[in-house]
C-alpha cells in the first residue's frame, strides 16, 4: 500500500502510555486518597461517563475540573512524531475521512468524521470498558474507533494474516461501522426486539459483513486514487478469512457452530 506521504487525519486520538487513562499506564493514585476513596471515584467516574484517571488526577494535583470535553480534545495528537504506526493508521483514517465525504455529498447528506483512538491494554469508552482482547471496535456512542496496535501483531503472528493493506482493511471495517451509524442502520438495528439468540446472531453478521462491504467501497476508491498495489486486495481478503467465526471456532474447539456466529465466516 502506498501510504507513505498521504494526508493524516486530525481525528487521533493517542491514549497509549502513561495519562492516557486506562490506557496502559494505570492510574495515577493520589497520596491523599485510600484504596476506598480510589474506588469511589472510579464508580462515580464510570457512572458519570468521565475517565476516573481524570478525575484522580485532578484530587491528587487540585487541578480544578476542566471539563471531560476540553480533556478529551487535549488528548488529541498532532501526528508530528515518529511513531510510524500511528502515521500509518491516520493516513489511513484520512483516506476514509475523504472517500466517504465525497459519497456523502454524492447523496446529498453530510459526513461527519469519526475519531480513531489509540490505546494499549485497557480503555474506557462511551460504550464502556474494554480490553484488548476484545479487538478494535466502534462505539456509536462516542463516534470513536478504537484500536490496541498490538492487534497487528497479533493479526499477523497468531492469526497468518500479514500486510499493511490487511491492517487497513481493520480501520475501514471499524469506520464501515460509523457509516451505519450515520444512515440510521446502528439505530434500527437497535430498535429489534423479542429475537432469539440464534436470530440476534444472523443480524449481527449481517451487520459484519456490511461493514466488510464498505470496507470494500473504500477500498475499490483507494484503488482508483492508485495507493493500492499488487497484492493489497488479497491481504485484506487473507484477514477478513482470518477473523472469521470459523476459522476462529476451529481453531478454539475443533469445530464450527453456524448458529453462534456474531461475525460470519
Not at 133 to 150: Q, R, T
Request: hydrophobic share 35%; with cysteine.
Amino acid at each position: 500500500m502506498l501510504w507513505r506521504g498521504g494526508r493524516r487525519s486530525d481525528n487521533i486520538e493517542d491514549r497509549r502510555g502513561p495519562g492516557g487513562g486506562f490506557g496502559g499506564g494505570g492510574l495515577r493514585m493520589g497520596g491523599g486518597i485510600g484504596g476506598v476513596g480510589i474506588l469511589i471515584v472510579i464508580v462515580i467516574g464510570l457512572f458519570l461517563g468521565v475517565d476516573p484517571s481524570q478525575l484522580l488526577q485532578q484530587i491528587e494535583t487540585g487541578s480544578p475540573d476542566t471539563g471531560y470535553q476540553q480533556d478529551q480534545q487535549s488528548a488529541s495528537i498532532d501526528n508530528s512524531g515518529t511513531d510510524e504506526e500511528k502515521d500509518f493508521v491516520s493516513v489511513v483514517l484520512a483516506d476514509t475521512e475523504d472517500t466517504w465525504t465525497a459519497l456523502f455529498q454524492n447523496m446529498g447528506r453530510r459526513y461527519v468524521d469519526p475519531h480513531l483512538v489509540l490505546f494499549t491494554g485497557q480503555v474506557q469508552s462511551a460504550c464502556g470498558f474494554a480490553e484488548t482482547a476484545m479487538g478494535p471496535f466502534y462505539c456509536p456512542g462516542d463516534s470513536k474507533v478504537y484500536i490496541d496496535l498490538g492487534f497487528y501483531d497479533e493479526l499477523k503472528q497468531r492469526l497468518g494474516a500479514p500486510g499493511d493493506f490487511a491492517q487497513a482493511y481493520v480501520i475501514a471495517h471499524e469506520v464501515g461501522h460509523h457509516v451505519q451509524h450515520l444512515l440510521g442502520i446502528t439505530d434500527k438495528v437497535d430498535s429489534l426486539q423479542g429475537l432469539s439468540d440464534s436470530q440476534a446472531n444472523a443480524v449481527s453478521v449481517r451487520v459484519e459483513l456490511q461493514a466488510d462491504c464498505f470496507a470494500g467501497v473504500w477500498a475499490y476508491h483507494a484503488k482508483e486514487r492508485n495507493i493500492v498495489e499488487a497484492g493489497d486486495i488479497e491481504e485484506a481478503l487473507n484477514a477478513a478469512a482470518a477473523v472469521g467465526d470459523d476459522r476462529l471456532q476451529r481453531q478454539s474447539q475443533g469445530y464450527i457452530v453456524p448458529d453462534s456466529f456474531t461475525h460470519g465466516s
